[in-house]
């Protein structure tokens, strides 16, 4: 397809019917196209998608007749215009400039143009080649995804666009440097821990900004324990145990001093948890607090724990043990 609503016929039938009939060209006399003594249209005009194209063709005073053609379809003879379609308007006639513009031009207008011109009852043509840029637009993205720790991640990203766009993909991480995958598609093999968050996909061709997607990538792993420390509190102060856990999904936490479980509530001792810490807290430290407590974290993946002791200031000597 191109410029819609004009006048349609063979291209061959119409290049001579356009010159005779318009011209009023003898029949036997031939169509030439390139001659030296004819100033040429400027062979390419490129505009992006939604813009105006203007098409030039200079003529001189020796020219009586004229005219812009699209493939099989007149446009405009002259001043009359032979397209229905609104969007094509004559911008010039005059005795050196024959023009015409093409506005919210699309895909579809894409191809060759023909301007026509009839001097010293010699036909002449010069053809110019339309151009529609388009910019990069990303159709297909790969959703959210959630893994666990080894296992094997393939994302995608398809784009579309005149040219057709190139497709990088780069983690966001502070730790990540440049991209990635220049490709549409992005395979992680065995991902670790360190390869989750956010992963953006770039489409760009140069007729506009890049645009971007991203997509998250979860990554699943059971509890590391990576900070529990014993701690020495007097008699009658307050004393807090922490235990520090890095997890996906969150740990859940439970405290055991020697085997018995410390329930939420009990007297005198308080259990706050969060997404990655436990604190225990004893408000009031008694001779009877002291001792050996271990702190467990889990969730669906594993679990794991870490022991920690709570001394006087006399000594009870603290060496955190791992189990």
């Known amino acids: 397809m191109g410029v819609g609503g004009c006048l349609a016929l063979p291209w061959r039938c119409l ?3 356009c010159l005779r009939l318009l011209f009023l060209v003898p029949a036997g006399v031939p169509v030439r196209s390139g001659d030296a003594t004819f100033p040429k249209a400027m062979d390419n005009v490129t505009v992006r998608q939604g813009e105006s194209a203007t098409l030039r063709c200079s003529v001189d005073n020796r020219v009586t007749r004229v005219a812009w053609l699209n493939r099989s379809s007149i ?9 229905l379609d609104p969007r094509v308007v004559l911008l010039a006639n005059t005795k050196t400039q024959y023009s ?20 010293d009852n010699h036909p002449k043509t010069s ?18 995804i959630s893994i666990n720790e080894g296992g094997n991640v393939s994302l995608t990203c398809i784009a579309t666009g005149r040219p057709d766009p190139t497709i990088t993909w780069r983690h966001i991480s502070p730790k990540a440097v440049g991209f990635i995958s220049e490709d549409e598609y992005l395979e992680i093999t065995g991902i670790t821990r360190e390869q989750s968050g956010e992963y953006e996909c770039s489409a760009s061709n140069d007729v506009s900004a890049p645009v971007v997607q991203r997509v998250k990538v979860t990554v699943n792993y059971p509890p590391y324990i990576s900070d529990a420390k014993s701690t020495g509190v007097p008699v009658g102060q307050k004393g807090i145990l922490l235990c520090e856990a890095s997890a996906v999904p969150s740990a859940d936490f439970q405290w055991y001093k020697d085997d018995k479980r410390l ?3 009990q007297k005198g001792l308080k259990v706050e948890n969060k997404d990655f810490f436990s604190r225990l807290t004893f408000f009031n430290v008694s001779e009877q607090d002291y001792g050996n407590y271990t702190c467990v974290a889990s969730n669906q993946l ?16 603290h060496q955190p043990g791992r189990g």
């Open 263 to 265: 329930a939420e509530g």
């Open 302 to 317: 594993g679990n794991t724990n870490a022991s920690m002791i709570l001394y006087g200031e006399q000594g009870w000597g």
């Open 100 to 119: 015409i513009q093409i506005q919210d031009v699309d895909v579809y207008d894409e191809g060759p143009y023909t301007c026509s011109v009839q001097t």
């Open 15 to 17: 290049v001579v019917l």
């Open 75 to 83: 446009l405009y003879a002259g001043n009359d215009k032979w397209c």
């Open 127 to 144: 053809r110019v080649h339309l151009i529609v840029q388009v910019s990069p637009k990303i159709t297909e993205i790969s959703s959210d």
